[in-house]
């Protein structure tokens, strides 16, 4: 793609979108209305990163006279300069590479390997009525929403862009929004259990130290 724009590849869009958000959808199986709106919320941002990563770089557009007078040697229409980041803090080589790439793939893969640990979990207590205490619930109370966001910052450490920062950061209060809704049912429904289970089990960062599950009485 070097000397011409690697953009209005729509086909690609449309393909990378509709891969990521089937996988997180297998790995979901989204039923509540709570679970399609934070489905729904990640997959607008993936809709969002791969419509600049091939379709339209409205982020390079807006920062092309920046670009233009602090880079003039590089093209930011090829696909490789697109990836911000690897230009400015002066990485050389492939940006697939670079450092920033291979931790994005890791917060990545371990995000779509936490979701489907957690909500495998959360769903066989969701269908035997009882609460979620168990693999990763054990740890936290909210790994999946945890989940959703490492592989956002995945993403967004090897693609950055405006749109996304933005939809980051409110897909974020999205899901703090979403938990605490999640937990004010759950103490209606299971009352002084999931009070001794949020007592025990942090919210957000998981513990290193596995306690035995809560169980029903």
């Not at 390079?60 to 920046?66: D, N, P, Q, V």
């Not at 291979?102 to 609460?131: D, E, P, R």
């Not at 959703?148 to 999205?174: A, K, R, Y």
Request: some cysteine.
């Amino acid at each position: 793609m070097h000397g011409d724009s690697a953009y209005g590849l729509w086909t690609l869009v449309l393909l990378n979108s509709a891969i990521f958000i089937f996988f997180a959808f297998s790995f979901t199986k989204p039923k509540t209305q709570m679970d399609w709106r934070s489905f729904g919320a990640f997959s607008v941002f993936i809709v969002a990163l791969f419509t600049e990563m091939y379709g339209f770089p409205l982020t390079i557009y807006f920062l092309s006279g920046w670009l233009a007078e602090t880079y003039p040697s590089i093209d930011f229409l090829s696909h490789e300069n697109g990836h911000l980041l690897h230009t400015l803090l002066g990485f050389e080589g492939d940006p697939h590479f670079d450092p920033l790439h291979i931790v994005s793939n890791i917060l990545i893969v371990l995000g779509f390997f936490l979701l489907a640990s957690a909500w495998n979990v959360l769903h066989k207590a969701q269908q035997a009525h009882t609460l979620a205490t168990t693999g990763w619930y054990a740890r936290c109370r909210h790994p999946q929403y945890i989940a959703f966001i490492l592989i956002m910052l995945g993403f967004l450490l090897q693609w950055p862009t405006l749109p996304t920062l933005v939809f980051f950061q409110i897909l974020v209060v999205v899901y703090i929004q979403l938990a605490k809704r999640e937990e004010k049912l759950a103490l209606e429904e299971f009352g002084d259990l999931y009070h001794r289970y949020r007592e025990t089990t942090p919210g957000w960062i998981p513990k290193l130290t596995m306690d035995q599950p809560t169980t029903t009485p």
